[in-house]
């Protein structure tokens, strides 16, 4: 066996058990499942972590409001999102949840770390919190909503809070962090967030409460059991638990740490950008390598929020478009990093134009002229001419495109290039006419259907990582075994005289039912 390539571990926020998981939480798991794809089929030694993050005031209300003992509460929602893995084929390598032994273990050590450093203090706290965001907001930072209440600018409303708390001396670490910004460029993407972040330090910071006393249910600070960790603290350790820390010696973490990649929503940034890379370097701890925040998704033009009632249910999207084709729009429709709206209109033109016409067409009326006129075998082509090659180099051209794509997690300039090779190739078979050709010069002919299940073969090993099962179908019907769809096989052109299965369609067109909206 050859040996792994180098590591990359990646990582999605841990979501909170307060409730079901939906398409903005599917999202960001996606991409991350696409990344962890690509690069496994590149070589890599992928890690990819996703979880819940079951801690804080939040679930703690929201399983009293269930009527539930709040760790029977966090199980049940916590498999929600284990469920919805299964679902939409994630290949996630580990799942964490916040309230296993190895997680109270890794936050105790880093507290203990941080102490020993001192870079954690007691004090008290007395200020304003929002538990929705399970975050600290000052004063300047409100407005004043319907009845005088005060609201955060997520739109949250606060409460006072006063109690004794230890804090994290986050103020100490201005000038730090601005220099780690300034020598790690990539920390932050896209370009446009990275300066948000970097603004917001710039306007100072202050020591941030990390404990709580006033509720239980939270991981003990070590020798002070009245106290439990600040809900964000615990949380973004999980990143570290997971690679095995405080055993800063063992090969997860030797391997995987620091990660590669924290995709997290936009909402989220301050707290992975600025609190976590400060609690890490105080307990001496590498930060990790970089921080991506996408945008987020509307609803038909509008919020999605429980209480307007229009939460996308990522099971019933599947149900109603199938998963490869949600798959697709989702990373295709909008580009990665900018806000998108999700409608039933966007959805439908992705799946019947760019899916069922280009792509789908494309395999189904070369493989059906294979079936009928090749005696159902891989035609062997003959000398290849200006236009063949043409279309071959765009395809043999296609990973190195698609790499730097995703090395900037641009998934809709990937998808559009993946697509100019497709809009390529239905061009050729329509310019090479090799229904023409099958009375006129049936080796011509071969040679056309051999150049286009050529490339089919590129694009289908390409695209796996945003569609696994329908490329794997591809694969399948071009006769390309399990052991030949990695990036290293690319190379190895099909074997003409292979026997091919009957072809079938592989992205079925959606049919407006009577009464839908269009
Ligand atoms: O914040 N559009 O968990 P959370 C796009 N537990 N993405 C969306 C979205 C939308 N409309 N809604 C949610 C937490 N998301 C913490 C994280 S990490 C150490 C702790 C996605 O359950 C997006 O990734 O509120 C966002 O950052 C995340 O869900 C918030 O999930």
């Not at 907001?137 to 319907?146: A, K």
């Not at 490869?324 to 033109?349: K, T």
């Not at 493989?367 to 043999?396: H, V």
């Amino acid at each position: 066996m050859a040996a792994k390539g180098s590591a990359y571990y990646i990582t999605t926020p841990i979501y909170y058990v307060n409730d079901r998981p939906h398409i903005g939480h599917a999202y960001t798991t996606l991409a991350c499942d696409v990344l962890a794809r690509f690069m496994r089929l590149a070589g890599r030694d992928v890690k990819f972590l996703t979880g819940t993050d079951e801690h804080g005031q939040k679930v703690e209300t929201s399983a009293q409001a269930a009527g539930m003992d709040t760790q029977t509460f966090t199980d049940r929602v916590s498999q929600n999102f284990r469920d919805l893995s299964a679902a939409l084929n994630f290949s996630n390598d580990d799942f964490i949840r916040t309230t296993e032994p190895r997680h109270t273990r890794a936050c105790q050590a880093l507290w203990e770390k941080l102490l020993e450093n001192g870079q954690i203090y007691l004090g008290s706290y007395a200020g304003w919190y929002a538990v929705r965001d399970e975050a600290f907001y000052t004063e300047t930072e409100l407005t004043t909503g319907p009845g005088g209440k005060k609201i955060a600018p997520s739109g949250a409303e606060v409460e006072w809070l006063e109690e004794p708390s230890y804090f994290f001396r986050l103020s100490a670490w201005q000038d730090k962090l601005l220099a780690f910004y300034q020598a790690n460029p990539d920390f932050v993407g896209p370009d446009t967030r990275r300066n948000e972040v970097i603004s917001f330090v710039k306007g100072g910071l202050k020591d941030l409460s990390v404990s709580r006393t006033t509720f239980k249910w939270g991981v003990p600070v070590p020798n002070d059991p009245e106290h439990i960790m600040y809900v964000w603290f615990d949380a973004l350790i999980n990143y570290i638990t997971a690679a095995g820390f405080p055993d800063t010696e063992s090969a997860g973490f030797t391997t995987y740490w620091p990660a590669d990649m924290h995709m997290v929503g936009k909402d989220i940034l301050r707290f992975h950008a600025v609190y976590w890379p400060a609690f890490l370097m105080g307990a001496g701890v590498a930060p990790p390598k970089r921080v991506y925040a996408h945008g987020w998704w509307t609803n038909e033009g509008q919020k999605i929020s429980k209480s307007l009632g229009n939460v996308i249910d990522p099971h019933a999207l599947v149900a109603e478009y199938g998963l490869d084709q949600v798959r697709y729009f989702l990373l295709r429709e909008v580009p990665f990093g900018n806000d998108g709206d999700f409608s039933h209109r966007a959805m439908v033109g992705r799946m019947n134009n760019d899916l069922a016409n280009d792509f789908g067409n494309l395999a189904q009326r070369s493989l059906s002229m294979i079936a009928k006129n090749c005696a159902g075998s891989l035609p062997t082509p003959g000398a290849f001419t200006e236009a063949d090659e043409a279309l071959l180099d765009a395809a043999r051209t296609l990973q190195a495109r698609l790499s730097a794509e995703y090395a900037a997690q641009a998934f809709h300039r990937a998808l559009e290039a993946t697509w100019e090779v497709i809009s390529a190739a239905n061009r050729y078979i329509d310019e090479q006419a090799p229904w023409a050709l099958r009375k006129s010069d049936p080796p011509r002919m071969g040679t056309v259907l051999y150049v286009v299940a050529e490339t089919l073969r590129h694009l289908a090993i390409l695209a796996q990582p945003v569609m696994p099962a329908a490329m794997d179908r591809m694969l399948d019907q071009l006769g390309v075994p399990a052991g030949a769809r990695d990036f290293a096989a690319l190379p190895n052109a099909l074997t003409p005289g292979t026997a091919l299965p009957k072809p079938q369609g592989i992205f079925p067109r959606y049919v407006e039912t009577e009464g839908a909206e269009t």
